[in-house]
């Protein structure tokens, strides 16, 4: 894997279209896959027989990860319509109860007889963005610093207003139920490469963990590839949305990474500081006013973008993300994915409906 090279992954929930409820349909998605010819993708089960997993490929820069978005999108909206099925991307379905989901077979009925409850209502998707950094010391340098910027991206993914029927009065209702589950949230830093082997080896040996995928934090460096994989995010309703995410945190990692290089270092804000935005980004999405730490002032996360897109910029032009990166304004006019689907719930009158335009997103601008 070449420096910056980027990889997405994203889950999307499976619905019946006559009653636009979660339906247990993976097993069959994967049934029409197998014979789909050019139209087969690889399929991930999750947790719940209600819930899919595709990803790209390791793509070398945000114009490959746009193609293999939008073809991936594709193929599995016809796929799902094959066996009669819709897909959604959202991060939490409106009205779905998780009682009445399945569990998927094998190792995840073992960790959810650990979890209980907890995890069975974890009846979430969301949207995982890897960037590969070769020097396994620079990566966790960058991790650190780009911890800060956590919140600013979930802010701006929020799509998860919905739960169990009602609105739940916030514009990431999947970050407040995945807290829930330990080794989840805003992560702590690390000095060096060796220290963060040994924290991951020494949660195996005490079994608390079987492996560090069980790490199930808002940013983590990935044990499996030489990549930070960025979890904070919600999952989008549109492509756009996904790639111009992509593209910002592309192009972030690789400023932090051009800081590190020339001896420059972004200041490591405590836990507690993080996590006051992360709520605010949580509660408010893409309206929300956030800390600026650093000037120890409120600043509406319209402002802090802008200050983003130009702390990006030089990186962004280098690797040909910055038409990408300045989508992320787009998100900005028009709101995140949650006030999209408050005003549409308006529009529509109910759930079924509010369902029913998410299934819509989904496939804009899909090849």
């Keep these: 894997m070449a420096d910056f090279s980027v990889g997405i992954e994203e889950e999307f929930f499976i619905v019946d279209p006559s009653t636009r409820a979660l339906a247990p349909g993976y097993m069959d998605l994967f049934a029409a896959s197998e014979n789909a010819g050019s139209d087969a993708i690889e399929l991930k089960e999750e947790l719940h027989t209600s819930v899919v997993e595709v990803g790209t490929p390791v793509c070398s820069d945000i114009d490959e990860a746009r193609h293999e978005i939008a073809g991936l999108r594709g193929k599995l909206d016809r796929l799902a319509r094959q066996v009669d099925l819709r897909i959604a991307a959202?991060?939490?379905?409106?009205?779905?109860?998780?009682?009445?989901?399945?569990?998927?077979?094998?190792?995840?009925?073992?960790?959810?007889?650990?979890?209980?409850?907890?995890?069975?209502?974890?009846?979430?998707?969301?949207?995982?963005?890897?960037?590969?950094?070769?020097?396994?010391?620079?990566?966790?340098?960058?991790?650190?610093?780009?911890?800060?910027?956590?919140?600013?991206?979930?802010?701006?993914?929020?799509?998860?207003?919905?739960?169990?029927?009602?609105?739940?009065?916030?514009?990431?209702?999947?970050?407040?139920?995945?807290?829930?589950?330990?080794?989840?949230?805003?992560?702590?830093?690390?000095?060096?490469?060796?220290?963060?082997?040994?924290?991951?080896?020494?949660?195996?040996?005490?079994?608390?963990?079987?492996?560090?995928?069980?790490?199930?934090?808002?940013?983590?460096?990935?044990?499996?590839?030489?990549?930070?994989?960025?979890?904070?995010?919600?999952?989008?309703?549109?492509?756009?949305?996904?790639?111009?995410?992509?593209?910002?945190?592309?192009?972030?990692?690789?400023?932090?990474?051009?800081?590190?290089?020339?001896?420059?270092?972004?200041?490591?804000?405590?836990?507690?500081?993080?996590?006051?935005?992360?709520?605010?980004?949580?509660?408010?999405?893409?309206?929300?006013?956030?800390?600026?730490?650093g000037r120890k002032t409120q600043a509406p996360l319209s402002r802090l973008l802008e200050e983003l897109i130009e702390f990006v910029e030089p990186e962004a032009r280098r690797l040909g993300c910055m038409h990408e990166v300045v989508n992320c304004r787009r998100i900005m006019e028009r709101g995140c994915g949650a006030d999209r689907q408050r005003r549409e719930y308006l529009q529509r009158g109910d759930l079924k409906g509010l369902v029913d335009y998410i299934i819509e997103q989904t496939t804009l601008n899909t090849i």
């Design 90 to 293: 959202v991060s939490t379905h409106p009205f779905s109860r998780w009682e009445d989901q399945g569990i998927t077979a094998g190792p995840y009925q073992e960790i959810t007889e650990r979890f209980q409850d907890t995890l069975r209502a974890n009846l979430i998707c969301g949207m995982h963005v890897h960037v590969c950094l070769d020097d396994p010391d620079e990566r966790i340098a960058v991790y650190n610093q780009a911890r800060y910027f956590l919140p600013h991206l979930l802010a701006l993914s929020c799509s998860s207003p919905f739960w169990q029927g009602r609105d739940t009065g916030l514009s990431s209702h999947r970050a407040e139920l995945f807290k829930r589950l330990p080794r989840t949230g805003i992560p702590s830093t690390f000095q060096s490469w060796r220290e963060y082997s040994d924290f991951i080896d020494d949660m195996v040996r005490l079994e608390c963990v079987d492996s560090g995928a069980r790490l199930w934090w808002d940013l983590r460096p990935s044990v499996k590839y030489p990549t930070l994989e960025f979890r904070i995010c919600d999952l989008p309703m549109t492509v756009d949305e996904t790639v111009a995410i992509a593209a910002l945190i592309q192009a972030l990692v690789a400023r932090l990474a051009d800081h590190h290089r020339r001896n420059w270092s972004w200041r490591n804000y405590p836990v507690a500081f993080i996590q006051e935005n992360k709520w605010r980004a949580l509660r408010y999405g893409s309206s929300a006013k956030m800390i600026d730490w």
